[in-house]
């Protein structure tokens, strides 16, 4: 076994959103001055929205971290990845699954959310950095059936993890690293580090009694109850923000840290995020007797019930695309009524009327024969997809 290199990391939604986030130039300038210190190698942003602010970074990290790229997908990404070795190679993984344009008050159909991929030469060793900003969670956690969202998030997570268990051979090490919306506990974590044979630096670091490592609406945050709280259940927070690792055969890896970071701006009770930074440092060892992770015993059992719920999530799409076709069925005799009858008298307003039901109409026509049936192909791919895996899942 050869000596070692340490691998130091960090991981933080920057709550860069417009429009809703608050003090924002304080805390992006904070962000950016702690992180060019240079006590880290990789760093994962998130919610980097505005182009000034990324300017900002980069400008602050030109010195300590040279290497950076940003992942332009949909209006934008937020996310981006700095580093202090080069970067070899970049991708973009694009999932499914993403949210609706219809919900004008979500943003992840509009950022157009991804898996994005550098690979960094790092003191000899082929490191594969993931990265992603799963789609949010809008309702409170204990309406689970409310969760619209809930199919999107975990096809997104099983998908990252295809993605790992495919890609990955081509590096020594990967890491995967972001926001991913989803609790420890929750089905898409766990089928997302099983089926990858991925671990959570948190249950692996031998500083365990530092906290359970709330990273959303974490009750020290000044943020947190500024907007309706997810985790209304658990005052303390919850977990969503990760880091995660796995190797291929000849190599090792063992985390010697991992913590919160970046808790509080000095002298002004303000936090840099409404979520809290997570950094990890890994020990990376050329070892001839090591192999690659073997299979989770909890995969098969995993698999069965996240096809169960992908099957849920397509009856239901093919469910909402007949109620969108009878909607417009009705709006269209609606609309044939007001023109063979005297029904509204007044031009005017008897153009707005049919105006308004003809847009109507063609959005659930859009619905009925465009975005459901991408949608339901989407979950048919998937169930497909996982019905193979099944016959496999006691191999990588």
Not at 142 to 148: A, N, P
Request: glycine share 4%.
């Amino acid at each position: 076994m050869s000596m070692g290199v340490s691998l130091r990391m960090l991981t933080l939604n920057c709550w860069g959103v417009p429009l809703v986030t608050s003090d924002k130039t304080v805390r992006f300038k904070f962000i950016a001055e702690e992180l060019s210190k240079g006590e880290y190698d990789v760093i994962a942003l998130q919610e980097v929205i505005y182009t000034s602010d990324y300017t900002l970074l980069c400008d602050h990290l030109s010195l300590t971290h040279p290497f950076h790229h940003y992942f332009h997908s949909g209006i934008k990404s937020g996310v981006c990845i700095f580093s202090n070795c080069p970067i070899i190679e970049s991708a973009i993984f694009y999932y499914s699954l993403n949210s609706s344009p219809y919900k004008l008050n979500q943003l992840d159909w509009y950022a157009r959310r991804m898996l994005g991929l550098v690979k960094i030469k790092h003191k000899g060793f082929i490191i594969n950095i993931f990265t992603t900003h799963v789609c949010a969670i809008y309702t409170p956690l204990h309406y689970e059936k409310s969760d619209v969202l809930f199919s999107h998030r975990l096809a997104q997570c099983y998908e990252i993890s295809n993605i790992i268990r495919q890609v990955g051979t081509s590096a020594n090490v990967n890491v995967l690293m972001g926001d991913f919306n989803s609790e420890p506990f929750s089905l898409a974590k766990k089928v997302l580090m099983a089926n990858a044979g991925l671990k959570d630096v948190w249950d692996e670091r031998p500083n365990a009694d530092d906290g359970s490592g709330e990273t959303c609406e974490c009750d020290t945050n000044c943020y947190t109850g500024l907007v309706h709280r997810v985790y209304e259940q658990f005052p303390k927070g919850m977990r969503i923000d990760y880091i995660m690792y796995n190797t291929n055969s000849g190599y090792k890896v063992q985390c010697t840290d991992a913590r919160l970071a970046l808790r509080k701006i000095p002298h002004s009770g303000l936090n840099p995020s409404d979520h809290e930074a997570v950094s990890a440092t890994l020990e990376i060892q050329h070892c001839h007797d090591a192999q690659s992770p073997s299979p989770s015993n909890d995969l098969p059992s995993l698999l069965d019930n996240v096809e169960e719920k992908f099957l849920l999530a397509y009856n239901e799409v093919q469910h909402k695309r007949f109620q969108s076709a009878y909607l417009a069925a009705l709006l269209g005799l609606l609309l044939f009524v007001i023109q063979l009858t005297s029904i509204m008298d007044i031009i005017y307003a008897k153009f707005v009327m049919s105006a308004f039901l003809v847009l109507v109409i063609w959005i659930c026509l859009w619905d009925v024969c465009v975005q459901r049936v991408f949608e339901a192909n989407s979950f048919m791919g998937l169930l497909e997809n996982v019905r193979i895996r099944k016959m496999y899942s006691g191999k990588f």
